[in-house]
């Protein structure tokens, strides 16, 4: 078959002081058979004239605003890749991205996925190598998921996809995932095929003001990211259905990130919490059991301190519950001295 084409399909909306950097990132590849492909989902500010000036180095789709995953949809439809990698327009690749994912991709596999340097407005490091490592090299993601309702997953840009896997999951609902569509990839990628790891930081996410990473944790923001988790949740078991895999009941119970996000959702979002019957303290416990019955991506530093945290959450008055929820997700609303002690339980 000779060497794959890679497609890197950029989804652009209203970030165009970091789209040069986005797309020059792509094309500086340095892996010789990649097409790049930016779709503009309706922006109003510079997008379009930047994508516009790269000519016909690149496959430009405008259309009309219609939210992350449509961009995916588009990208997809007019690419030609044998694997896909989906980029946001406020992070990059590292030029060996796409030879590392040549190099790791075998039959069979579904996706490869590899860590993600978490930098700054102005592209100043903050953490290195910084998502999901998975515990166990080469663990299969499928059994973990319907194990534990998790696994070491990605956000979008720290994935490369097989096309043919693509090809069967694909179209992305649209209504249901204005944003975040990696929840819909990463509940369905994985029993299509094998999740290969790679353990190095090929691409960086920029935390910035106007991110989903920097989120300003409102109460409409908390109701929302558990909103997402209840949709990952919902896909396992509809792609665990689909290829006749047997789901445990109550699966999410066994996830602690969802836990995490209901009990943050029923003390911080109560008016918007759709479980009006649940009891703080049984969250709370259950998260804990989960958190070190999962074996993946988390030291024990870091499960002592969210054990912490899930305690802390469900037993003090809802003012400070609130506070330690928004120092818990938001990175840049963290005091100095706490932003010090995350970075040492790393």
Not at 34 to 40: A, P
Not at 314 to 330: D, V
């Amino acid at each position: 078959m000779g060497d794959p084409l890679i497609s890197i399909i950029i989804s652009s909306y209203n970030y165009a002081r970091y789209l040069k950097q986005t797309i020059d990132s792509a094309l500086g590849q340095t892996y010789p058979k990649v097409e790049v492909i930016v779709v503009d989902d309706g922006s109003r500010d510079g997008s379009p004239e930047v994508i516009k000036s790269y000519g016909q180095r690149i496959i430009a789709i405008l259309k009309e605003n219609g939210g992350q995953a449509s961009s995916l949809n588009a990208g997809f439809a007019g690419s030609h890749g044998d694997i896909v990698i989906f980029l946001d327009s406020d992070d990059f690749l590292l030029p060996w991205a796409a030879e590392r994912v040549v190099l790791a991709a075998g039959p069979g596999t579904a996706k490869v996925q590899y860590l993600l340097d978490l930098v700054g407005d102005q592209g100043d490091l903050l953490a290195t190598g910084r998502q999901a490592r998975p515990t166990f090299w080469g663990e299969d993601a499928r059994r973990v998921l319907l194990t534990y309702g998790l696994y070491a997953s990605q956000p979008t840009g720290g994935n490369a996809f097989a096309r043919w896997v693509l090809d069967r999951v694909l179209p992305i609902p649209e209504k249901e995932f204005p944003t975040c569509p990696d929840a819909y990839l990463n509940a369905t990628t994985p029993f299509e095929g094998t999740v290969v790891y790679i353990d190095e930081s090929l691409a960086a996410c920029r935390l910035h003001a106007s991110n989903h990473s920097s989120w300003a944790w409102d109460i409409k923001a908390v109701s929302t990211d558990f909103e997402y988790q209840c949709k990952f949740q919902n896909y396992v078991a509809l792609a665990a259905t689909k290829h006749g895999f047997s789901r445990p009941k109550h699966l999410e119970f066994r996830n602690y990130l969802y836990l995490r996000s209901r009990l943050a959702c029923l003390r911080f979002a109560t008016d918007r919490h759709p479980y009006p019957g649940d009891w703080s303290i049984a969250i709370a416990l259950r998260g804990v059991l989960a958190l070190w019955q999962w074996w993946g991506a988390v030291n024990w530093r870091k499960r002592m301190a969210w054990s912490v945290w899930f305690v802390l959450a469900a037993i003090t008055p809802k003012a400070i519950a609130s506070r330690l929820t928004i120092w818990f997700y938001n990175f840049r609303a963290r005091p100095p001295i706490l932003r010090k002690l995350a970075a040492l339980i790393r």
